[in-house]
């Protein structure tokens, strides 16, 4: 995807994909990584979601990368925080308090600023990406990661033929391909939510998964 796609997008309020409250697997799943308080997690893609507040509140720093200015604005001002804004190579940071968001290309981070980070948050950024895209966000992004990484991953898996993307239909094994040659991937939570997602029945899926992984990276 172009990233003009999903700037019209969010000029055009056309956000489906954000939720209006804290992802429920998240708040399952999340505990189990243990990662120690104070640490750096990365939401890429990260919209406006509310589950960077809800990492915060665990007690992590949060640095999410948004391609949209418009999203992360909203992100501050829907929840009333307000942001102290700074320029780099990476693109326009926005902070407050654990919370840091950078308005740019999830392929420009630094290297350093990806070894900060001890693990990562993803609900809508793979199945975000077409078919192409995919390697290369697996091994810039995961492959740069430091060694004991863990993070957390949702995908969705239907019948693509039936339905154009976004979001994307990514399948198990093609999961555990992209991500094999660095990190481990563990499907740990498989749930048909087609019935919660009348939209998508609409769009004529029989059926629609939610696939959750912990995703461990190694050394």
Known sequence: MEAEFWLERWREGRTHF???RVTPLLQKYWPQLALPAGSLVLAPLCGKSLD???LAEQGHRVLGVE???LAVEQFFAENGLQAQVHESAQGRHFVA???????????????ETLAACAGAYDRAALIALPPEMRPRYAEQVYGRL????????ITLEYAQQRMDGPPFSVMEDEVLRLYAPHTQAEAIDRRDILDKEPKFKERGLERL???????????
């Open 52 to 54: 960077m507040l809800w």
């Open 146 to 153: 430091p060694a004991g990484a863990q993070s957390l991953l």
């Open 18 to 20: 954000h939720q209006s």
């Open 97 to 111: 308090g654990a919370i840091e968001i950078i308005c740019g290309d999830i392929f420009a981070l630094a290297d």
């Open 209 to 219: 998964d939610s696939v959750t992984y912990r995703l461990r990276r190694g050394a």
């Open 67 to 69: 391609l949209s200015q």
